[in-house]
């Protein structure tokens, strides 16, 4: 049994109307527990990438595995539910839900995955355990989301991608609205929470500062042969 996370061949991704592709990549794996950092500069299909790795998009050609799992085997509702099992994804903008509560926004994922809730347990005990590892005081966790300052909301953000141990946590720009010392601090506790969780780090980025905090790191451009044809 392979231990790849995520294993990639041959895939070709066009947007309908397109003449060229957006990704045409030959192949590529990721190992289990092995944390990657990808950056690439605006446009380059960073995000278009992360869309058919958790299945919110699925490829013209070509075949991509996440924890062994073709997803062109399931239809778009399979893919939701099994993206909803097994992937915790936090956004460049938090997507934190403005009319729930800061422990229902972190509880969240448990209510659309069983798998998730049963290895949770108690939910609303882990998501204020993990509040509070994550240094949200408990006096704070009934107040909406839109109180908390932008580094408060990050630690929402993780908190609620980590609960229910996902093994694969995707994290897309996360830090483009904090400075160096805030960015540096971040991945620090990024990487503990993930190892802590076993959950496998793939970190999306155009910032090649961040890439220093990672063993493992590509550049998109270096595996999309559609980019490189276009600067040929």
Same mark, same amino acid.
């Given at each position: @049994?392979? %231990? =790849?996370?995520?294993?990639?061949?041959?895939?070709?991704? *066009?947007?309908?109307?397109?003449?060229?592709p957006v990704l045409d990549i030959e192949q /590529?794996?990721?190992?289990?527990? $092995?944390?990657?950092?990808?950056?690439?500069? *605006?446009?380059?299909?960073?995000?278009?990438?992360?869309?058919?790795?958790?299945?919110?998009?699925?490829?013209?050609?070509?075949?991509?595995?996440?924890?062994?799992?073709? !997803?062109?085997?399931?239809?778009?509702?399979?893919? &939701?539910? /099994?993206?909803? &099992?097994?992937?915790?994804?936090?956004?460049?903008?938090?997507?934190?839900?403005?009319?729930?509560?800061?422990?229902?926004n972190v509880a969240l994922p448990c209510s /659309?995955?069983r798998r998730r809730k049963h290895k949770a347990?108690?939910?609303?005990?882990?998501?204020?355990? @993990? !509040?509070? #590892?994550?240094?949200?005081?408990?006096?704070? /966790?009934?107040?909406?989301? @839109? %109180?908390? *300052?932008?580094?408060?909301?990050?630690?929402? +953000?993780?908190? $609620?991608?980590?609960?229910?141990?996902?093994?694969?946590?995707?994290? %897309?720009?996360?830090? *483009?609205?904090? %400075?160096?010392?805030?960015?540096?601090?971040?991945? #620090?506790? !990024?990487?503990?929470?993930?190892?802590?969780?076993?959950?496998? !780090?793939?970190?999306?980025?155009? &910032?090649?500062?961040? +890439?220093?905090?990672?063993?493992? $790191?590509?550049?998109?451009?270096?595996?999309? $042969?559609?980019? +490189? #044809? #276009? =600067? +040929?």
């Amino acid at each position: @049994m392979s %231990d =790849a996370v995520i294993s990639i061949n041959n895939l070709r991704f *066009s947007w309908p109307g397109a003449t060229n592709p957006v990704l045409d990549i030959e192949q /590529f794996q990721l190992q289990r527990g $092995r944390h990657l950092f990808i950056q690439g500069a *605006s446009g380059c299909g960073k995000t278009t990438l992360l869309n058919l790795l958790t299945g919110i998009n699925a490829p013209d050609n070509g075949s991509v595995r996440v924890l062994g799992q073709e !997803l062109n085997a399931l239809n778009a509702l399979q893919r &939701d539910r /099994f993206r909803a &099992d097994h992937l915790g994804v936090i956004f460049q903008q938090f997507n934190l839900l403005p009319y729930l509560n800061i422990l229902d926004n972190v509880a969240l994922p448990c209510s /659309f995955s069983r798998r998730r809730k049963h290895k949770a347990g108690d939910v609303d005990g882990a998501a204020q355990q @993990m !509040l509070e #590892e994550l240094q949200i005081p408990v006096s704070m /966790f009934q107040r909406h989301v @839109m %109180d908390l *300052s932008v580094g408060q909301q990050q630690r929402v +953000a993780v908190a $609620r991608a980590l609960i229910g141990d996902p093994e694969l946590v995707i994290a %897309d720009e996360p830090t *483009s609205a904090l %400075d160096s010392d805030n960015r540096d601090s971040f991945i #620090e506790l !990024l990487f503990r929470r993930a190892t802590e969780h076993q959950s496998t !780090l793939i970190f999306v980025s155009h &910032d090649q500062h961040l +890439a220093s905090h990672f063993d493992n $790191r590509i550049n998109l451009a270096d595996i999309n $042969r559609a980019h +490189a #044809e #276009e =600067a +040929a």
